[in-house]
């Protein structure tokens, strides 16, 4: 049988196709409608001043010009030891994260907690750490221990509980069934069940978790000086308030530095190790 | 947490003990109203191979899961060494699990972790977390794992991840791994369904010779009617949650098969 014969019968059947139906066309339509509406009702609410948005080019070439040449001697003077202490906060911020955030993901993983209110309530404390700013965060740890690096790196870490806690349990409850059945089988207890049956199957997981999140910390608490939590972002803060722009610009290279050899350590340790 | 009978010679000890196992009344369902195992009533010698066969969702795994309890029973019986393991909870479970070995279709083993740790696996019932954890195990469960590499034909591959095993070898694996326990009972849940049948021949034979050498009992489900007519002892067929058939593979008839199988157009 050729081809040709083979669709012969269903030529006759209307063949028309189109990729959406008139109901999902005016949805479509509706959306745009909608993007637009939203546009122009923002643009009239932000209240632009007109003069100050005709002034903003000659503004940024004037910044740019009090930031050249950039004041590279005071990497040794101001900077060099707060970025130390930055990194301090992100990689000790990170390592107490770890240790907190273990615990509620086994809470919060339905595999291994099998009581829902208890996997509610780790969701909550997951869902609380994350929705709290590490800003904020270290404002509220200021405010209790004083200014200074112990409050970033407490920050830190209690902003980073949510993240690792919900990976965490997020791979716990993506692990393979058969070799937690095979050492149940075998009569082992459950801290021996964790350690050979599950930690196995996500510690590719979790080693990649701990450099992510460490990366983050690192971007993020060079902004806590701000609040006075100690760090980079202090240095940033001094030289900003004094209008020391040149010294601003130093800053602001040194944390592209930083964070771009971060990136790429984490990049090339993951590739490494899993 | 001391459990330190490690000794290999436990296991020649223990075999005084009767091994056989009595099913009695043994009802399952996963969903109300709809058994899977309706009143089954087994006594199975404390020696030999006993092959339960039967189609594809008639209730044999379930049978061999509520046996060591990966599978809860709805109802009655299963006594084992004395013991109704249906009733035993914690650390009595967990105590009566570890004298009953289990090798699975899909090997189960850890696949991120060596040979060897998948080995020392079947010994966490007895070792205590502190010495899984630190790799402390007893020297006399690394003696008893090389011996038992060395039966299995892996004994270069100790250090070797298991996912870098081919599907016979994982097997070899888990058998290896249930026989560390020293297990009074072993029980094959469709082992060789997910192997060549060259393979599947070598893992049956291999199962059937180290069982033997021990004298441990075997309850095996397979899929295969050829393999359990060569190396089972006893075949039990099972169809629609029930045992049909029961006796010696030479008693198998092919009216036994349309029985258990149902339809004729495939003998």
């Known amino acids: 049988m050729t081809p040709a014969q083979h669709a012969a019968p269903l030529a006759a059947v209307d063949r028309e196709w189109r990729r959406f139906s008139p109901r999902e066309r005016f949805a479509r339509w509706l959306v745009y409608l909608v993007a637009v509406a939203a546009i122009v009702w923002s643009v009239r609410t932000i209240d632009v001043i007109p003069e100050f948005l005709a002034d903003a080019p000659t503004q940024i070439v004037d910044l740019f010009q009090r930031m050249w040449p950039v004041d590279v001697a005071h990497y040794r003077r101001g900077i060099h030891d707060v970025l130390i202490e930055t990194l301090h906060i992100a990689t000790l911020g990170t390592i107490l994260a770890l240790g907190l955030a273990v615990p509620v993901g086994l809470l919060a993983a339905r595999n291994i907690t099998r009581s829902r209110v208890a996997n509610q309530f780790a969701q909550l404390i997951l869902v609380s750490s994350r929705s709290v700013n590490s800003l904020v965060w270290a404002l509220v740890f200021v405010a209790v221990f004083g200014p200074g690096a112990l409050a970033g790196a407490l920050a830190i870490a209690f902003r980073s509980i949510g993240f690792v806690g919900k990976l965490l349990a997020e791979a716990l409850e993506e692990t393979q069934r058969g070799p937690i059945e095979a050492l149940e089988a075998a009569g082992a207890p459950w801290g021996s069940i964790m350690l050979k049956g599950y930690w196995p199957q996500v510690q590719p997981a979790f080693i990649g978790i701990a450099l992510f999140r460490w990366d983050i910390n690192v971007r993020e608490s060079a902004v806590l000086g701000l609040v006075g939590a100690g760090g980079i972002g202090v240095a940033l803060d001094d030289a900003m308030n004094f209008f020391q722009w040149d010294r601003v610009a130093m800053v602001l290279l040194t944390i592209l530095v930083v964070v771009v050899i971060a990136e790429i350590l984490v990049t090339w340790i993951r590739r490494r190790i899993i | ?267």
């Open chain 2, 1 to 267: 947490m001391s459990q330190t009978d490690t000794a290999p010679a436990a296991a020649t000890a223990a075999a005084g003990a009767d091994r056989s196992l009595t099913i009695r009344h043994l009802d399952k369902e996963y969903v109300r109203g709809k058994a899977v195992l309706r009143d089954i009533n087994l006594t199975i010698d404390g020696r030999g191979l006993t092959a339960i066969i039967g189609p594809s969702g008639t209730g044999k795994s379930t049978l061999i899961r509520c046996i060591n309890r990966l599978v809860e029973p709805s109802g009655g019986e299963i006594v084992f060494m004395g013991q109704d393991l249906a009733k035993l909870r914690g650390a009595a479970l967990r105590a009566a699990r570890r004298r009953i070995g289990m090798v699975f279709q899909e090997y189960n083993l850890v696949e991120r972790l060596s040979v060897m740790e998948n080995l020392l696996c079947g010994r966490l019932g007895y070792v205590p977390v502190w010495r899984a954890w630190l790799r402390r195990f007893p020297q006399a469960d690394i003696d008893a794992a090389f011996a038992l590499l060395d039966a299995v034909g892996l004994g270069d591959f100790a250090t070797r991840r298991a996912d870098a095993l081919s599907g016979g070898q994982r097997q070899r694996v888990g058998i290896a791994r249930a026989l560390m326990q020293q297990p009074d009972l072993l029980l094959a849940d469709e082992p060789t369904s997910s192997l060549d049948p060259k393979t599947s021949v070598e893992i049956m034979e291999l199962m059937a010779r180290l069982t033997g050498a021990r004298d441990i009992p075997v309850v095996v489900n397979i899929h295969n009617v050829e393999l359990a007519r060569r190396f089972a002892t006893r075949v039990i067929g099972m169809t629609g949650g029930r045992v049909v058939f029961d006796g010696p593979p030479a008693a198998l008839e092919p009216r036994h098969l349309t029985e258990i199988y149902g339809g004729e157009d495939w003998l």
